[in-house]
Nanobody
Framework: VQLQASGGGLVQAGASLRLACAASGPRFNAYAITWFRHTPTNEREFVATYGYYADSVKGRFTISRDIAKNTVYLQMDRLKPDDTAVYFC?????????????????WGKGTLVTVSS
């Protein structure tokens, strides 16, 4: 499975962005897809998977999936400067709530989101 995130950009605090994770390869729709981010301090943070969100984004971010397009989206609303990071997606058979890999086997390239104050 190959993954590629897109949709990042430079926005002001309070704005919205929708990221897309496009995938190619067999069985994509059978995998659990998870969003992560690399912060400016180079820490990898869990962001969201289906039905479970990091506390820092809960209520502001929403994950969804378009099976026909082999794409998973991350709708990000009310963005804050602390959301500035490189966002990327990963796929695995099951999401496991345990760092560092959270059960993910395939990792994609990221897209930069910069939120100005």
């Amino acid at each position: 499975v190959q993954l590629q995130a897109s949709g990042g950009g430079l926005v002001q605090a309070g704005a919205s962005l929708r990221l897309a994770c496009a995938a190619s390869g067999p069985r994509f729709n059978a995998y659990a897809i998870t969003w992560f981010r690399h912060t400016p301090t180079n820490e990898r943070e869990f962001v969201a998977t289906y039905g479970y969100y990091a506390d820092s984004v809960k209520g502001r971010f929403t994950i969804s999936r378009d099976i026909a397009k082999n794409t998973v989206y991350l709708q990000m609303d009310r963005l804050k400067p602390d959301d500035t990071a490189v966002y990327f997606c990963a796929a695995g058979d099951h999401f496991i709530n345990k760092p560092p890999d959270y059960g993910m086997d395939f990792w994609g390239k990221g897209t930069l989101v910069t939120v100005s104050s």
